[in-house]
């Protein structure tokens, strides 16, 4: 390809590096496809101005994006907002992207007549609590497939630009629950999303249980956010966390007593992942209902929240208010 338009559109918020960023950003500026086919749009929350100047200097073909206080969502809107190519390629700034990971994605679209694909991302894996997080995005990942149908995945995902305005971006308000809404909304529309096996990112994972845990309780904060404040139309989707709340929960008092609950065995689980010479199938199972019950915890936090907000009135059926 010799065109000098640009084809691909590189979305990458800097927040959450996991110290990556200058080796993620190089990764995606070493393309084979040609340079000026590529642009690279970073963006940034604004808290490290310095680390900003820096990259400037070390990487002037790029473009700084800032939204001061913009969550992740929000940045990769703003960055696909200023964005000039056919494709808008979402990833993170803890992503190293192999030297085919774009060319690859945009053929595999093309061959297959796709509005978008995710990559393949296998992990870097630093211990054991990496390795857990790789094996259940993994696991996640086969069930989408065998679906036929793939999902929005930021580790990296490629996506016409046309059809990423048209279905509106990110609910940025949802934060990590975004991912998912966005998912729901490209099948409801008929946008074929696929899975290309050939254009290949390395996702640092995480490698504490403070950290997962920082992240899978947002998440559960924010699917219970969604399913409360949006409308039905858009929450239209498999379950309904926060219906079961208000089955399960009638007060305050309710609530802690459950989350005293789902932080014993939060506690449980991470003390059978750490017993030595545990075979590797038990391990993962507790990490998976560690994963599970953090989000669950989540659930619980804003919910009571929610309640002690309303002056412990007990809830009814009625609770979910649309936005």
């Given amino acids: 390809m010799t065109d000098s338009t640009v ?22 500026l070493n393309q084979t496809l040609a340079a000026s086919r590529v642009e690279m749009l970073v963006g940034s929350d604004g808290s490290r101005p310095d680390i900003d100047q820096m990259l400037l200097r070390e990487f002037p073909a790029i473009r700084i994006i800032c939204r ?6 929000a940045l990769i809107n703003a960055c ?14 803890h992503c190293i992207a192999e030297p085919d990971c774009l060319e ?21 894996n630093r211990n054991a609590v990496a390795r857990g997080e790789q094996r259940l995005f993994d696991d996640d990942i086969q069930k989408w497939r065998a679906s036929g149908v793939g999902k929005v995945a930021v580790r990296g995902m490629l996506i016409d630009r046309a ?12 934060g990590h629950f975004a991912e998912v809404m966005l998912s729901k909304v490209f099948k409801k529309s008929g946008v074929r999303i696929g899975y290309a096996d050939t254009s290949v990112v390395h996702h640092t994972n995480q490698t504490t249980f403070r950290g997962l845990m920082h992240e899978l309780e947002e998440y559960g904060r924010d699917e219970a956010r969604c399913w409360h404040r949006a409308s039905p139309t858009v929450a239209a989707f498999d379950f309904d966390p926060w219906q079961d709340l208000v089955k399960t ?7 802690r007593a459950k989350l005293r609950m789902a932080n014993r065995r939060l506690w449980t689980c991470r003390g059978i992942f750490w017993t030595t010479a545990l075979v590797p199938e038990t391990r993962q199972r507790a990490f998976a209902r560690h994963w ?23 809830v009814t059926e009625t609770t979910r208010r649309a936005a």
Avoid at 7 to 20: E, G, N
Avoid at 80 to 93: I, N, P
Avoid at 299 to 307: D, G, H, T
Wanted: charged letters at 25%; proline letters at 4%; glycine letters at 8%.
């Fill in 68 to 73: 001061p206080g913009a969550n992740f969502d």
């Fill in 163 to 174: 059809t990423w305005l048209r279905a509106g971006g990110l609910r940025a308000e949802f």
């Fill in 249 to 255: 929960v009638r007060d305050v008092r309710g609530a």
């Fill in 292 to 314: 599970a019950t953090a989000i669950e915890i989540g659930r619980l936090r804003y919910f009571a929240e929610w309640l002690a907000n309303e002056n412990s009135t007990p």
């Fill in 7 to 28: 084809l691909v559109s590189v979305l990458m918020p800097a927040p959450d590096d996991r110290d990556q960023l200058y080796h993620a950003i190089e990764s995606f």
């Fill in 104 to 124: 690859q994605a945009v053929l595999w679209v093309e061959r297959k007549g796709m509005h978008g694909a995710c990559s393949d991302s296998d992990g870097i």
């Fill in 80 to 93: 696909a907002e200023e964005a000039t190519g056919r494709y808008l390629y979402m990833t993170e700034s």
